[in-house]
């Protein structure tokens, strides 16, 4: 793992329509990387307030001893074949470091 305990958060839009989808092929996409990736830790968020249109959903993943760029290429490229279909527009990937 990299130093600096990296976690990544991953947001992006989806239908109110589509959630339902979305949030059980993710619940089966975390677990898979869980059971391949040891002590990664998956959670999936919604945001409180937003557009009727569309709904802002960001997952995370960490991990004790951070989550490190091989972690993270896996991780992106099994949401992007597991979710792309349901998904608006683009995924953002964001990595946050603890600095404290």
């Known amino acids: 793992m990299s130093s600096g305990a990296a976690q990544v958060f991953v947001y992006y839009r989806v239908r109110p329509a589509d959630a339902a989808a979305l949030i059980a092929a993710a619940k089966t996409l975390h677990a898979a990387l869980q059971a391949a990736l040891p ?20 997952e995370t993943y960490g991990h004790a001893d951070g989550v490190d760029d091989a972690w993270r290429l896996r991780i992106e490229r099994s949401a992007r074949a597991a979710l792309a279909r349901w998904i608006v527009g683009e995924r953002h990937a964001e990595v946050f470091v603890p600095c404290a």
């Open 39 to 58: 002590g990664l830790v998956c959670s999936l968020q919604r945001r409180a307030e937003g557009d009727t249109d569309l709904l802002t959903l960001m």
